[in-house]
C-alpha cells in the first residue's frame, strides 16, 4: 500500500517522548531489548514488532505496517549483526539483509514524516587504517578491513541514507556508532557470535570439559573498545532526547584494550586457569578501532557500566540461558 508523505518534521528542537508512540526495531535483539527495558514504566506507547509479524526487509509489509501504526520516534535497532567470522562466510546476507531492512524503515519514516529516528551503525563503517581516536568525519576517508567490508558497506549506505534525507527533506534522522557491544542477550553461537560472548563460551566450555586450555581467535594484538548495552542503549536515549546538531554521533568509553587482555579477563570472570592458545588461522580483523567520543560527551551522557562488572553479568547472562528449558536462537548447542 503506497504511504502518505506528511510534512518533515523541524529539526534542533529537544523532543519529549511522554505519551509518543515509539518504535524499537529488533526488540528481540541484545540492544533492542536493551532499549526496551530502559522505558519500563514509562509513558511511552511502545510499538515492538518481532520478526513474525513484520519482515522488515518486505517494503510493501513495512510500509503498510508504518502507515497503520504511525510511531513518532523510532530507534532503528534492527539488522543483521555477527562476529569477524560471521562477516567473513556471509557477507551476501549481511549486505542484502542490511539495505532492505534500513532503506525500508528510513523511506518509510519520511513517508509518514517521522519526528525523530535513531539509525545505529557499527565502528566497522570507518577505515582499517584510521587516525585513532577516530572522529566522525573519518567516515569514507580510507579503505574498509576486508573482514567485515559488506557489512560496513550496508552501515555506511544507512548513514548516508540518513543523511540526504535530512539534507533534501528536512528529517531529523540521526546515525550512532557504537563500538563493540557486549551483555545481557548477546549471542553465544559458537561461530557467530562476537568476540566477549565468543571467549566466554569457549573459556566455560574448556572449564567444564577440565581441559587445560581454550582457544582464542588471532594473535590476541588486536584492540578492541568494549560498551555494555545497556549504557548504549542509555545513550540512544540522550541523542533522541537532546536537541541534536550532528547527524552522525560516536557512542564510545575512550578506552580500549587487547584481546588477549580481555581474554585473560573473561578466563578470570569465569574461574578457568588454563593457558591461552591463539588461533592464528582465524583473521585479527582490524587492528584498533578506538572511537573518539566527545560529541556525544557534550551531551552529557557517560558510561556507566565497569568492564569487571559487565563481565560478570555477560558470564550470568550466558548461564542462565545455559539453564533455560529452551535455549533457543541465542546459542548453538
Ligand atoms: P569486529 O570488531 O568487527 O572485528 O568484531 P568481533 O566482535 O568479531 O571481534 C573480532 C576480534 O576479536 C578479532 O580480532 C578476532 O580475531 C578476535 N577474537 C578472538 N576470539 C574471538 C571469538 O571467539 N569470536 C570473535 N567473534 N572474535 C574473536
Partial sequence: MPLTTAMAPEQGSAPSLAGKKV???????????AV??????????????????????DQAAVYDWMDKNRPDYIFHVGAKVGGIHANSTLPASFIYDNLMIQTNVISGAHKIGVKKLLFVATNCTYPKNAEQ???????????????????????????????????????????VIPPNLYGPGDNYHSQHSHVVAGIIRRTHEAKIQKKSEFIVWGDGTPRRELLHVDDLAEALKCVMLASTTHDLYNIGCNHDLAIADLAEMIAEVVGFRG???????????????????????????????????????????????LEAPAPGARIDL
Avoid at 37 to 57: K, Y
Avoid at 160 to 175: I, L, N
Fill in 23 to 33: 518504535w524499537i526495531t529488533g526488540h528481540r535483539g541484545m540492544l533492542g531489548s
Fill in 275 to 321: 593457558q591461552i592458545v591463539y588461533d592464528k588461522n582465524k583473521p585479527n580483523g582490524t587492528m584498533r578501532k578506538l572511537l573518539d567520543s566527545s560529541k556525544i560527551k557534550k551531551l552529557g551522557w557517560r558510561p556507566r557500566v565497569a568492564e569487571m562488572a559487565g563481565l560478570k553479568g555477560a558470564y550470568e547472562d550466558f548461564l542462565s540461558l
Fill in 133 to 175: 581516536p577516530i572522529a566522525e568525519e573519518a567516515l569514507l576517508s580510507g579503505p574498509l578491513d576486508e573482514s567485515v567490508r559488506a557489512y560496513a558497506v550496508s552501515k555506511i549506505a544507512g548513514i548516508e541514507m540518513c543523511r540526504a534525507y535530512r539534507k533534501q527533506y528536512g528529517c531529523d534522522f540521526v546515525s
Fill in 36 to 57: 526496551v527495558r530502559l522505558f519500563e514504566g514509562e509513558d511511552v506507547q511502545l510499538l515492538l514488532t518481532s520478526r513474525q509479524e513484520l519482515d522488515l526487509t
